[in-house]
């Protein structure tokens, strides 16, 4: 079992900053490549926010760029997403993303449970 959990979620003010937090955890992947950042905002669909590379190379939507940091910590198996200067607009539920190596040899993308971003005016 491959579990993605995110954490770092909540409600701010327009202006604020928030750092999310994504955990990859279990026995049987033997790698991580790609992470990503998507964000789906109530009636719209799930959108990219942030890439960022087995190597470290890193894109970004055009909304969030400037704002937005992707980064990982490959020891620990860790993407984050620093959002600065955040704006009503960037509401939305936040979902991680990973295309994962399993020790079988097998490639599979995972996707994390969610967490909710709230930016107030």
């Known amino acids: 079992q491959v579990q993605l959990v995110e954490s770092g979620g909540g409600l701010v003010q327009a202006g604020g900053s928030l750092r999310l937090s994504c955990v990859a955890s279990g026995s049987i992947f033997s790698s991580i490549n790609a992470m990503a950042w998507y964000r789906q905002a109530p009636g719209k669909q799930r959108e990219l926010a942030a890439h960022i590379t087995g190597v470290g190379s890193t894109t970004y939507a055009d909304p969030v760029k400037g704002r937005f940091t992707i980064s990982r910590d490959n020891a620990k198996n860790v993407v984050y997403l620093q959002m600065n200067s955040l704006k009503p607009e960037d509401t939305a539920v936040y979902y991680c993303?990973?295309?994962?190596?399993?020790?079988?040899?097998?490639?599979?993308?995972?996707w994390g449970q969610g967490t909710q971003v709230t930016v107030s005016s």
């Open positions: 993303f990973a295309d994962i190596q399993l020790r079988s040899g097998v490639r599979r993308v995972y």
